[in-house]
Nanobody, 115 residues
Framework: QVQLVESGGGLVQAGGSLRLSCAAS????????MRWYRQAPGKQRELVAG???????NYADSVKGRFTISRDNAKNTLYLQMNSLKPEDTAVYYC?????????WGQGTQVTVSS
């Protein structure tokens, strides 16, 4: 079965950095597009960044220049390097993959940025 397990969240001051990881299993990781989403309290879940199997990337305008998505196919792991964090980046961050006709999500990891 498909499993996505996020880690790396925490509490950080504004201007700080965090690196999130998502360990994937049950999929052919190197063949898939992977995405990071986030959901802040009272808001809809939003796409943060995506990376294709060819390493093409896309970002939400709000994180461009500050966040970097990457993948290690040998480790079946997706990353999100987050720099220059702002209080508005506070949210639960989720790893996502669309595989064989359905979306799969991890359990999420909390990121809290204090001002």
């Amino acid at each position: 079965q498909v499993q996505l397990v996020e880690s790396g969240g925490g509490l950080v001051q504004a201007g700080g950095s965090l690196r999130l990881s998502c360990a994937a299993s049950g999929i052919i990781f190197s063949m898939t597009t992977m995405r990071w989403y986030r959901q802040a309290p009272g808001k809809q879940r939003e796409l943060v960044a995506g990376i294709t199997r060819g390493d093409n990337t896309n970002y939400a305008d709000s994180v461009k220049g500050r966040f970097t998505i990457s993948r290690d196919n040998a480790k079946n792991t997706l990353y999100l390097q987050m720099n220059s964090l702002k209080p508005e980046d506070t949210a639960v961050y989720y790893c996502n993959v669309f595989w064989w006709g359905r979306d799969y999500w991890g359990q999420g990891t909390q990121v809290t940025v204090s001002s």
